[in-house]
């Protein structure tokens, strides 16, 4: 081509119009993961489940309309269900069941994916990332899909990473984080990720890297209470409720930004035993005007199945 001023022009005006079409076509994307995130908030506090060992769960008969049943006794409006990604055509097959089961009570799923290494670049990340690419695939063909990914990272489980204030695998931890997001969320898939307190007691830079990784992130504030500790129910809701407000504020502390996950707390089921439901509801009672609050989560629906 001549390189006249007429054909540079061209070439500008072609070089520009390729831009902004690659630039409308991921603004799309993230215009349509937000609307789904948006529209997962505004349907009201979450309250949340873990579901583990899914196959064994769900396979005792009539364990899909069991679980979904003790789920609108609960009042709980998403499941988090263990999802292996193996290819398991009965593991699937169950799942995508469920699924539907809790659907139509209009009951949110996330599929539910464990790590303690996956922090770490290479072969860890890497079978991360292939559970996340399975969980698209099963979207693609079953009737329902899941609606997002929860994660459940947690290097702090390897002793090099144990010790008040020991951070170190943050950085690796939130890339871990993005790159699941940069994967689902073209798919329209929330992402949300299980958290320990200690993550919140980092400095500012640091707790800016993490709360503006995901948008949704689930703290396990755990061993608070114990049955055999003699403090009557009160006494336990008003520490959950002080312990819970300390924890928002040191998250947020100086953080402003519009883009920073909000928080789900969970509790666990030892801790609380028949006291569990009136703690959960203490959370929202006290937390419900706090910005940054999004609802509670009780783990695990196993522990109740052990009680029947």
Known sequence: MSHTPRNRLRLVLSRATNVFACSFVVWIILGAFCSRVLAA??????????????????????????LRDFCRSQSINEVYVSFSGKDDASEEGDVARLIVQLHRSHIRVEALISSTEADEPGKYRDKLLDKVRAIIRFNEHARDGFDGIHLDIEPQQRPENKG?????????????????????????????????????????????????????????????????????????????????????????????????????????????????????????????????????????????????
Not at 52 to 63: N, S
């Open 41 to 66: 908030d505004a349907a009201g506090p979450v309250h949340g489940l873990w579901v583990w060992k899914t196959p064994t769960v769900l396979a005792v008969p009539g364990a899909a309309e069991t």
């Open 164 to 308: 008040a204030g020991n951070l170190r695998f943050l950085p690796g931890l939130v890339d871990a984080y993005r790159a699941v997001l940069a994967a689902a969320g073209p798919a329209h898939l929330m992402v949300n990720a299980d958290i320990q307190n200690k993550l919140l007691k980092g400095d500012l830079r640091e707790r800016r890297m993490l709360l503006s990784s995901l948008p949704r992130f689930t703290l396990m504030l755990y061993e608070l209470s114990s049955p055999s500790d003699g403090e009557t129910e009160a006494q336990k809701a008003e520490k959950l409720r002080s312990a819970s407000q300390k924890f928002l504020d040191m998250a947020y502390d100086g953080l402003n930004e519009p883009n920073l996950g909000k928080m789900v707390i969970g509790l666990r089921t030892p801790d609380y035993e028949d006291l569990l439901p009136a703690m959960l509801k203490s959370l929202d009672d006290a937390h419900v005007a706090n910005p940054h609050y999004l609802g509670w989560a009780r783990h695990s629906y196993n522990d109740y199945l052990k009680t029947r």
